[in-house]
């Protein structure tokens, strides 16, 4: 099974702060990689597909990246409304596993 | 709009059985992948069982393997997570997801989530 890892595995930051976190696969998955934010009580909401494009609905604020097993979801100015829980989800093999996932904190 | 509704959550005994149902509505059901994913309290997301647009093909993670069962009725426009001999490390709050196409992708609309708990 392919093997998800996330760092760190929470970051604390202000609103306008710049915020990266990274997703390691344990083997090549190409692109086939989303990012998922969720708030607490609520379902994930996809943010990012294939990598780096940006789903529908989702604010302008995020980008993802690749560099070869490694993943980078960034959020260029952080917002209120961005203070929640980030995973990665591996979609090349099955089982398509999960991140453990990272928290965006309030500083 | 997409809707996805599930239910049959609730208290099961270990060794239990459990059937949640996943409804669908505002898209065409018959072109897309499902997915069930599940989250115990307090813990990340665990992806447990994917079904493609047709059936044709369908996978577990290695933990559900042998107990639990997906299936998808393209008629009715529902999914279905047979669940067997439950453990109490099953319990979680259980999503119903749609796939961004038909083979297994990732998951774009969710449901509210039904909520399990293995417990004596």
């Known amino acids: 099974d392919i093997q998800m890892t996330q760092s760190p595995s929470s970051v604390s930051a202000s609103v306008g702060d710049r915020v990266t976190i990274t997703c390691r696969a344990s083997q090549g998955i190409s692109t086939w990689l989303g990012w998922y934010q969720q708030k607490p009580g609520k379902a994930p909401k996809l943010l990012i597909y294939a990598a780096s494009g940006l789903q529908s609905g989702a604010p302008s604020r995020f980008s993802g990246s690749r560099s070869g097993t490694d993943f980078t979801l960034t959020i260029s100015s952080l917002q209120p409304e961005d203070f929640a829980t980030y995973y990665c989800q591996q979609a090349h093999t099955p089982p398509f596993t999960f991140g453990p996932g990272t928290t965006v904190e309030i500083k | 709009q997409v809707q996805l509704v599930e239910s049959g959550g609730g208290v099961v005994r270990p060794g239990g059985s459990l059937t949640l149902s996943c409804a669908a509505s505002?898209?065409?059901?018959?072109?897309?992948?499902m997915h069930w994913v599940r989250q115990a309290p307090g813990k990340g997301l665990e992806w447990v069982a994917f079904?493609?647009?047709?059936?044709?093909?369908?996978s577990y993670a290695d933990s559900m393997k042998g107990r639990f069962t997906i299936s998808r009725d393209n008629f009715q426009n529902t999914m279905t997570l047979q669940m067997n001999s439950l453990r109490p490390e099953d319990t979680a709050v259980y999503y119903c997801a749609r796939d961004l196409g038909r083979f297994g992708e990732l998951c774009d609309y969710w449901g509210q989530g039904t909520l399990v708990t293995v417990s004596s």
């Open positions: 079904m493609s647009y047709d059936g044709s093909k369908y």
């Open positions: 505002g898209f065409t059901f018959s072109n897309h992948a």
